[in-house]
């Protein structure tokens, strides 16, 4: 996983695998980023996506993965606005 | 051959598996009874032997080392032994039995099952760190959807036996949806741990099953599966909702009681034909007459004893549905993480068939939601001073021609200055009505469609199916609703439900221009009042019938129309045990009549208990004197 | 931080293959290798082993017998055990021994949940 900071923004990067969960749940702790982009997303573990459910930053973004775009994303994007 | 014997195996199977578990629950919670671990020995070996005859070798296999158990545990090796497991044989048992039912063989994963069951019998392995809710209602997480609904709640450190629970859903073929959420809330997220898995993941594909199951084997005890057909999807309130379970045992004596009733009417038949021929043969016009009145009195004896068997044939107790639900109360109970018992009383009480078949989706509701709603978390309750298991009671009791089923929790109550400004948020009643409105109004606000929707979504409580649909479907059979909370103390919710969908006796009357059906089983008496008798006490009328005093009521008044011109006919009927007279225009007659539950526009009518068609097509409405007057 | 992982298998191909995965994953590990039960025993005798990676259908004990073995001495170790063929039963067994079920051939996709699950846990049992 690479991060990309811009303002609130963070844009993830490649794929997010287990180890990836811990630095991106800092990161939303620390509060100054309040939006994901997922566009770059190859794939993402399911401890990442448990984060984001924790944390509930504003996902958005179309990845070029057919589940990501047609299920994950659309899945946590419905989630953070629906709470 | 083989069908014939499953279809008996899915009945008397059940009752063993459901005998089984109560004994096991009251064993594990109580101290040891040798009288119920002989019984529940012998309903496991008899399952055992059933599952043997039938090829059922997962399920067989399972029940032979369970039997092993309680062997020895009755033989006094391993005093005091953990039912637990034992326990979870039973629920695995009474699912194997609901897929046997609904498509006639063992899931693939029954060997796995089993094999992890046998294991943890020996007493090797550790209990798995999350039941699976294979009870899960896969059609309320996807209404109206045809397909596999999955429920996936991967073990909590499953991150670190390296499975990745996204990946494993991505691996399902026809994926048709995907909800991803946490089982429990991020209390302090300092504390956040990233790799205890909490994830609750709900899928529906439209791949078969078994090519779902293949795709999920390796994690199949974290996964619960529904199979969905369109028309099995939860219906809307206002659609017939029809159970899949339609089997009925009857008592061979109503059943000879039947085919005795049927001979009989043969022979009236045949009466007939003999009194059509002297008909045409031109006979004595008057002596026709009379024999055909005499045809038709004993056809009238005969479809009236009929009704009545095929009404008793139909009543059914209550045990196998109430039994159902400690399996599923545990299993709520576990994926909420709330300690909860299950207290059921009344199963002898018996109740027309169709009444029981449509109460399963309404109770199992009712106590998610006692569950999930009602039930604090252990800690608060404890913090509030009471046991940190809470405690549920599903009771039944006869209560005159009405069974009354209560859902009572322990737990916070209803809270009615948050139902009101939920009600209000919603625009389902105005501000200021909603302050005028006593709390036990407000708290009644709870049935009205719109009022639980997204919001109350928890992963157990279900999507957009809310209490009007328990109160829709309980109206459906006839029955009424009612939800009485204190705060801080429980929450009671009681259905009332007719115990017998057959002929109902009738009296007619008329008032304010209509005619009126009142049930006849609870008139006293037609007594003729006249004005000068009628005296004025309290806030209304009274009238002194054989030295006592009886309240007056205008029938036409309580309905709230004008009240008609004076005649003298009374009606007096029983209304809580005391006798209330209704002034009615006309007594006109008696009838017997299919009564028929509100439906529609006139559900929640006060004092109105069904509706009949009269000979000449129009409807009569059916009055509850009770609920009139309340 | 560095681990010691055991590859256990009959056939000298399948180790390397094995080995080559794990090194493409986690290059700092340390790599031990057993042709056998018996010798993967006597390796746990004298070195500190933090994973194992076992085949399935090896001659003598297969790879669960040999993982309920080790399961029985260590409670936390990671275990996988590689097969090209799950059945049902052998599910069952696996999950009462607390093993994972890596894919054969072995491939370093196939292997990164596990290998990175089982960094975690020996990561949090450090700190």
Redesign the interface.
């Known amino acids: 996983m690479r991060i990309e900071r811009n303002g609130a923004i963070a844009a993830l990067h490649g794929h997010c695998r287990v180890e990836d969960a811990e630095t991106l749940a800092a990161l939303l702790w620390e509060g100054s980023v309040t939006t994901l982009d997922l566009s770059g997303c190859d794939s993402l573990h399911g401890a990442v996506v448990q984060a984001i459910l924790a944390f509930q930053p504003s996902v958005v973004g179309s990845p070029g993965d057919e589940f990501l775009k047609q299920h994950l994303v659309p899945a946590l994007a419905r989630r953070a606005t629906a709470d | 051959m083989i069908d014939e014997l499953l279809a008996q195996f899915l009945i008397e199977g059940r009752e063993q598996a459901l005998e089984a578990g109560a004994d096991l629950a009251a064993l594990q919670r109580g101290p040891a009874d040798p009288a119920r671990l002989d019984r529940c020995f012998r309903a496991v070996h008899t399952l055992k032997g059933s599952a043997d005859l039938l090829g059922l070798t997962p399920m067989g296999r399972v029940l032979h080392a369970a039997e092993d158990v309680l062997g020895r545990l009755r033989g006094g090796q391993g005093e005091g032994g953990d039912f637990s497991v034992l326990l979870e044989v039973a629920d695995q048992v009474e699912r194997w039995l609901d897929d046997l039912d609904t498509v006639g063989v063992l899931p693939e994963s029954a060997s796995a099952a089993s094999q992890a069951l046998i294991a943890r019998l020996a007493g090797d392995g550790a209990a798995p760190q999350v039941a699976a809710a294979d009870d899960w209602d896969g059609a309320s997480a996807f209404p109206g959807r045809a397909g596999v609904a999955i429920r996936y709640r991967p073990r909590a450190d499953g991150y670190f036996a390296g499975d990745d629970p996204i990946a494993i859903i991505k691996a399902v073929p026809d994926l048709a949806q995907l909800r991803v959420s946490l089982a429990e809330p991020v209390a302090d997220p300092a504390l956040y741990d990233p790799f205890r898995c909490t994830l609750v993941i709900e899928a529906l594909s439209t791949a078969a099953l078994p090519a779902v199951e293949t795709a999920l084997r390796l994690v199949r005890d974290q996964v619960a599966l529904a199979t969905l057909r369109a028309a099995e999807a939860f219906a809307p309130a206002g659609v017939e909702v029809e159970t899949a379970r339609r089997t009925l045992r009857i008592d061979a004596a109503r059943v000879d009681q039947l085919a005795d009733l049927s001979d009989q009417l043969v022979v009236a038949k045949g009466g007939l034909i003999e009194l059509a021929a002297q008909a045409e043969r031109g006979g004595d016009g008057q002596a026709l007459g009379q024999a055909l009145r005499a045809k038709q009195a004993e056809l009238d004896r005969l479809v009236a004893a009929l009704h009545t068997t095929v009404g008793q044939a139909r009543m059914t107790p209550l045990a196998p549905l109430l039994g159902r639900f400690p399996r599923l109360v545990r299993e709520i109970a576990a994926t909420l993480g709330k300690p909860a018992a299950l207290e059921i009383e009344g199963g002898e009480v018996e109740v027309d068939k169709a009444v029981v078949d449509g109460l399963f989706e309404p109770l199992l509701h009712l106590l998610r939601n006692a569950l999930d709603h009602g039930v604090e978390r252990p800690e608060a309750r404890t913090a509030a001073g009471k046991p940190a298991q809470a405690l549920v009671r599903l009771s039944a009791r006869t209560v005159g021609d009405q069974a009354v089923i209560e859902v009572v929790d322990d737990g916070a109550g209803v809270d009615p200055a948050r139902v009101r400004d939920r009600a209000v948020a919603r625009g389902l009643i105005d501000a200021t009505s909603a302050e005028a409105m006593s709390d036990a109004a407000l708290v009644d606000l709870i049935f009205l469609p719109g009022f639980s929707t997204a919001e109350t979504v928890s992963s157990v409580s279900g999507r957009g199916v809310g209490m009007d649909a328990v109160r829709a479907a309980v109206t459906r059979l006839g029955g009424r609703v009612e939800i009485d909370s204190r705060p801080g103390l429980g929450t009671t919710v009681r259905l009332a439900l007719p115990i017998r969908m057959v002929l109902a006796k009738l009296l007619v009357v008329e008032s304010a221009g209509e005619r009126f059906g009142l049930p006849l089983d609870g008139v006293a008496e037609i007594a003729r009042v006249p004005a000068d008798r009628i005296f004025p006490i309290r806030a209304g009328r009274a009238f002194v019938l054989r030295d006592e005093v009886v309240p007056l009521v205008d029938l036409a008044q309580a309905l709230g129309a004008e009240a008609g011109p004076s005649s003298d006919r009374v009606v007096v009927a029983g209304v809580g045990g005391e006798p209330v007279g209704f002034a009615v225009d006309a007594v006109v007659e008696r009838i017997d009549a299919v009564v028929r539950p509100m439906a529609g526009l006139l559900a929640g009518a006060r004092g109105v208990s069904g509706s009949t068609l009269t000979a000449d097509g129009s409807v009569m409405l059916v009055l509850d004197l009770a609920e009139l007057l309340a | 931080m560095v681990a010691t992982v055991l590859i256990v298998d009959d056939s000298k191909l399948a180790r390397i293959v094995v080995g080559k995965a794990i090194a493409a994953l986690q290059p700092d590990w340390r790599r031990l290798e057993a042709g056998g039960a018996d010798e993967a025993l006597a390796l746990f005798e004298n070195e500190a082993i933090d994973l194992v990676i076992l085949d399935f259908n090896m001659p003598g004990r297969d790879g669960l017998e040999l993982a309920e073995e080790l399961r029985g001495r260590f409670a936390d170790l ?1 275990i ?1 055990v590689a097969t090209a063929n ?1 059945q ?2 052998i ?3 696996a ?4 093993a ?2 890596i894919a054969k051939p072995v491939s370093e996709e196939g292997l ?10 020996l990561r ?1 049992a450090g700190r």
């Open positions: 990671p996988a799950v049902d039963e599910i069952a067994r999950r009462a021994a607390n994972a079920f990164r949940g596990f290998i990175s699950g089982a960094a975690l846990r949090s």
